[in-house]
């Protein structure tokens, strides 16, 4: 792995993190030293002994960053107002391998609200990988699930892995197309 364009850190304090592209939670000790070779997001790819691990925004204070604040709605907030939310954390949300998320991409196939018990809702999500046998599905899931989840009202985030229709670069956006040069 090239860390020439990598920043050195030693983490400050336990911090959780999840295996790239396994899913699996982690703690990573007080004293870790590696680097981060990505910052999308708000989340932070981390490079420590030999594996790759994908840092919360809300955990940046043990890489020595400023963490990330959770996302907000207003008072009284409205379905149409959660679901902006909802789009907008599923626009940090990036595979570790392409600097692009997940919505450019064209992976959300499905994104459907709907109110559960006292006020609070839940959120089904179907996405796709960019190939059935990409390994980074787990992960992906996990950062869908664990950002959508940080949104007030949003109890619970189902996230489905589909591969029907199979993706396809003409799914991706423009904005993604032109940066990977397929426009």
């Keep these: ?34 680097y981060i070779t990505q910052s999308l997001g708000g989340s932070f790819t981390v490079y420590i002994e030999g594996n790759l691990f994908l840092i919360a925004g809300g955990d940046a204070d043990a890489l020595g960053k400023d963490p990330v604040p959770p996302p907000t709605l207003p008072d009284n907030a409205q379905d149409e107002d959660v ?14 391998e392409i600097p692009i998320n997940v919505v450019d991409l064209g992976l959300i196939y499905s994104c459907e609200l709907s109110k559960i018990d006292d006020g609070q809702r839940r959120i089904d999500i179907e996405m796709t990988l960019t190939a059935p046998g990409c390994g980074m599905g787990p992960m992906l899931i996990h950062d869908v699930r664990s950002k959508l989840e940080l949104i007030p009202t949003i109890e619970q985030a189902q996230v489905e892995l589909v591969f029907d229709p199979p993706w396809n670069q003409g799914m991706m956006s423009d904005a993604a197309r032109l940066q990977t040069g397929m426009m």
């Design 83 to 96: 679901e902006k939310v909802v789009w907008e954390q599923l626009k940090t949300c990036f595979d570790p």
């Design 1 to 34: 792995m090239n860390f020439h364009n990598s920043e050195p850190i030693t983490l400050y304090r336990d911090c959780l993190a999840v295996l790239i592209p396994a899913g699996n939670e982690v703690t990573l000790p007080q004293g870790s030293i590696g």
